[in-house]
């Protein structure tokens, strides 16, 4: 596949500083959540939703402040 480039929108750097600020939010948040929203080890719960939630809150608002 010469010439196929795959892009992420608005840039990996953008998309990896959402995970990783998303993540450090949401575990920072962990003990304030009501308890079907924490995190549990080795389990697929409610809680990957909330974590992608709060990675994308933080994705959308680096589009407001986040000038390439």
């Given at each position: 596949m010469?010439?196929?480039?795959?892009?992420?929108?608005?840039?990996?750097?953008?998309?990896l500083a959402a995970v990783l600020i998303g993540n450090l939010l949401y575990f920072l948040a962990v003990p304030y959540l009501p308890e079907p929203l924490r995190y549990k080890y080795n389990a697929l719960d409610l809680w990957v939703l909330v974590d992608l939630a709060f990675?994308?809150?933080?994705l959308r608002?680096?589009?407001?402040f986040w000038k390439d």
């Open positions: 010469a010439g196929f480039q795959f892009r992420f929108p608005g840039g990996w750097r953008r998309s990675c994308v809150v933080v608002l680096t589009y407001l």
